[in-house]
């Protein structure tokens, strides 16, 4: 991710009765790890 402009990061903790949902990443960085749903979104300065 690039330093310039503003990045918002967001994660999520769902839980259903004694469940816990997490995914399995598919990233080759992270391939096959588990993780909670997470994301980011990027805005460039003009």
């Not at 588990?34 to 300065?45: E, T, Y």
């Amino acid at each position: 991710m690039s330093q310039d402009g503003i990045v918002l990061v967001a994660s999520v903790s769902i839980f259903n009765d004694d469940k816990v949902l997490i995914i399995k990443e598919n990233k080759p960085t992270a391939i096959d790890k588990w993780n909670f749903p997470s994301g980011h979104v990027s805005c460039r300065k003009r």
